[in-house]
């Protein structure tokens, strides 16, 4: 079956500039994750959504920062005035969650971003 | 809050060497502990996992790792490696069954493998 996907792939803007990443899920992978993988590092988690449940947003490193989620589909990660130390690529992952078990998450490709 | 460290930043290796990446946790728990692999300009890849149960693991591309709880660690380990190996590779811990609504991982900084013939 198809795997998670995000779009755009690249993305380049100004500084000060809104940006909108998108995810698409695993279908009936009710959890969702972002990551932020800046260069040479490991990942870091920013945010998580369970369902219907509220969202994990305890890594989100500012209020610049906001991510979306309609029911158990696409999800949005928005970046405002965008500034030269959000470039990095913004993974997404989705698991299954099944009896309170979560399952091993599973990675999109990324949306490299940068800011100039 | 629980943590990861790989302590190796750069492993280099000759094609058909043994190979070990090491992965130390700290976390109170039983934790989840994970292999990904991100190769250049793919997404990471899971290689295997460890939930409960036996203490080694087997995963995919002839992989193996060994959770040792004395050691808090989980090392990746093949014995034989091969060019296609050179990639990063990542550790990370998630939290056990005790936590349910946390399920968010934390990686290590990863290990670049590199293959020489």
């Known amino acids: 079956g198809a795997g998670v996907s995000q779009s755009p792939s690249n993305k380049v803007t100004e500084k000060g500039k809104d940006v909108e990443l998108r995810c698409d899920p695993i279908s009936g992978h009710t959890a969702l994750y972002w990551y932020r993988q800046r260069l040479g590092q490991g990942l870091e988690f920013l945010i998580y959504f369970q369902g219907n449940s509220a969202p994990d947003k305890s890594g989100l490193p500012s209020d610049r920062f906001s991510a979306e989620r309609t029911g158990e589909s696409v999800s949005t990660l928005t970046i405002q005035r965008t500034q030269q130390e959000d470039s990095a690529v913004y993974l997404c992952?989705?698991?299954?969650?099944?009896?309170?078990?979560?399952?091993?998450?599973?990675f999109g490709p990324g949306t490299r971003l940068t800011v100039t | 809050a629980q943590s990861v460290t790989q302590p190796d930043i750069h492993i280099t290796v000759s094609e058909g060497a043994s190979l070990e990446l090491r992965c130390n946790y700290s976390y109170g728990a039983t934790p989840y502990l994970f292999w990904y692999v991100q190769s250049p300009g793919q997404g990471l890849q899971l290689l295997l996992k460890?939930?409960?149960?036996?203490?080694l693991v087997q995963g995919i591309k002839g992989f193996e790792a060994e959770f040792k709880r004395s050691q808090s660690s989980f090392n990746l380990r093949k014995p034989s490696v091969h060019w296609s190996d050179a990639a990063e590779y990542f550790c990370?811990?998630?939290?056990?069954?005790?936590?349910?609504?946390?399920?968010?991982?934390?990686f290590g900084t990863g290990t670049r493998l590199t293959i020489i013939p």
């Open positions: 992952a989705s698991s299954l969650r099944d009896r309170g078990y979560s399952y091993e998450q599973y």
């Open positions: 990370a811990v998630g939290v056990g069954v005790a936590n349910f609504g946390n399920e968010k991982l934390t």
């Open positions: 460890y939930f409960s149960g036996d203490t």
